[in-house]
């Protein structure tokens, strides 16, 4: 992360630079934002458990596997210190769902007959993104900033829909992200932009995570996400 650390410094020392620059006909905008994204997991250890007398029977399986989606809708406030830099707050809901392709909630962990249940892990918060926007040309816009996300529900349910089995999922109510962004004036102050978002907090409660009633445990996951998002911002007001 040394990088995005230089990238952001470099921006916010754009900002005092460039702080006596062009004053702007407005400073406040608000308006909202809707974003899609492409999500993965990353420090995504193996998680170990034990199911009665299989002791670390999953041992060798990550909790997540594959690629999810991602959808956040809220409200945007923009304040332009000037011509070349402004400030960006944020307050969106945020959907996140995530594949998991081994079958880590069957007990033994793996069918005899090599057959795997696939699950989808679904998390529920808000995000407050806080960002630095650099706008080097009237079309063209770069930032970065820290994100600060509360999640408040999570749950892990059966991808088969002929199968309504799911499972408690703890969440960690509190964490942050790094932000990289960048994208376009597009006309009307309206905007298509582009972030990569990297969760620097695990996503589940750490603990132990009873599976079936008294039979199979399994220690909470480390993983934390990693998102591509593609969203589009109106300032209206």
Not at 152 to 171: Q, R
Not at 205 to 229: D, H
Request: net charge negative; proline share 4%; with cysteine.
């Amino acid at each position: 992360m040394k990088l995005f650390r230089i990238f952001l410094f470099a921006l916010l020392f754009a900002s005092i630079a460039f702080a006596e620059g062009v004053a702007q006909d407005k400073s406040h905008f608000l308006g909202g934002r809707i974003a899609f994204g492409l999500g993965y997991a990353w420090d995504n250890e193996p998680v170990k458990g034990s199911f009665g007398s299989a002791k670390d029977g999953i041992g060798e399986s990550p909790l997540a596997n594959f690629a999810g989606m991602e959808i956040e809708f809220g409200a945007s406030y923009m304040y332009r210190l000037n011509s070349f830099v402004g400030f960006v707050g944020e307050a969106e809901f945020k959907m996140s769902q995530l594949h998991l392709d081994d079958d880590v909630y069957s007990l033994p962990p793996k069918e005899p007959s090599g057959d795997r249940t696939n699950f989808l892990m679904t998390i529920y918060g808000f995000s407050f993104p806080v960002l630095v926007r650099v706008v080097p040309t009237s079309k063209f816009y770069l930032e970065a900033g820290a994100q600060f996300n509360l999640n408040i529900d999570g749950d892990i349910s059966s991808a088969d829909d002929n199968d309504d089995e799911s499972f408690e999922f703890a969440v960690e109510p509190f964490g942050w992200s790094l932000v990289l962004g960048g994208g376009f004036n597009i006309g009307r102050n309206l905007f298509l932009g582009m972030r990569l978002v990297f969760d620097m907090t695990r996503i589940e409660k750490e603990g132990i995570v009873e599976m079936t009633r008294g039979a199979a445990y399994r220690e909470a996951s480390p993983m934390k996400p990693w998102s591509l998002q593609i969203g589009c911002t109106g300032y209206f007001l």
